[in-house]
């Protein structure tokens, strides 16, 4: 099936722990984002990348890496996990260029929870 | 300080009857938005959109009107339904180049269609 493939839902980590949250879509979209969702917070971007080989930082990048060596493939890397960061978790990819009538597509989430 | 301000955190209408969910920002520089509806447990949804050259756009029952004056926007759905029933979220990019990738979200309303 087309679309955001994201992997694990659920996760629960220890304070200090590191590990990487995978991303991946099939419509060769040029730009992915990942976004985190607190309650009462809304949807805030975390990191971002325009293409293959292109990052960048988004509003609230600390404790996370990103890299983009594929199209298709955009994990994000936790560091040392710290309470602060128990949230939901989205990527969402983006044919962009403007397209009016086109918007990201999401993924369905991942759920961490540092204990 | 929040750029996209969705000032209602939750709204409950009859079926049948129109849905309007309100958004306002504060960056001039945004100039394309975008709506998007969440079930639980699922990732955003896109439902539509418009640029900062138009003061109205439709698809089906989703309208959504800019009066970029007053940096206000609007969603109506007409008629609303029981599957309707979600978390809508407000987004905005600034469309630098003509890419809209990187979106600014509002904190969301919660819309409850009563049968």
């Known amino acids: 099936n087309a679309g955001v493939t994201q992997t694990p839902k659920f996760q629960v980590l220890k304070t200090g722990q590191s590990m990487t949250l995978q991303c991946a879509q099939d419509?060769?979209?040029?730009?992915m984002s990942w976004y985190r969702q607190d309650p009462g917070m809304g949807l805030r971007l975390i990191h971002y990348s325009v293409g293959a080989g292109i990052t960048d930082q988004g509003e609230v990048p600390n404790g996370y890496n990103v890299s983009r060596s594929t199209t298709e493939d955009f994990p994000l890397r936790l560091l040392s996990a710290a309470p602060s960061q128990t949230s939901v978790y989205f990527c969402a990819s983006s044919r962009g260029t403007g397209h009016e009538g086109y918007g990201y597509t999401f993924g369905s989430g991942t759920r961490l929870t540092v204990v | 300080d929040q750029q996209v301000k969705q000032n209602s955190p939750s709204l409950s209408v009859q079926e049948g009857r129109i849905s309007i969910l309100n958004c306002d920002y504060t960056n001039s520089m945004f100039d394309y938005f975008l709506w998007y509806k969440k079930y639980p447990a699922e990732g955003p949804t896109f439902l539509i959109s418009?640029?900062?050259?138009?003061d109205k756009n439709e698809d089906g029952r989703f309208t959504v009107f800019l009066n970029k004056s007053a940096k206000h926007l609007s969603l109506h759905i007409v008629p609303s339904q029981p599957g309707d029933s979600a978390v809508y979220f407000c987004a905005a990019s600034p469309n630098s180049g003509g890419s809209n990738y990187k979106l600014t979200f509002g904190k969301g309303t919660l819309l409850t269609v009563n049968p």
């Open positions: 419509m060769n979209h040029e730009y």
């Open positions: 418009i640029s900062s050259i138009k």
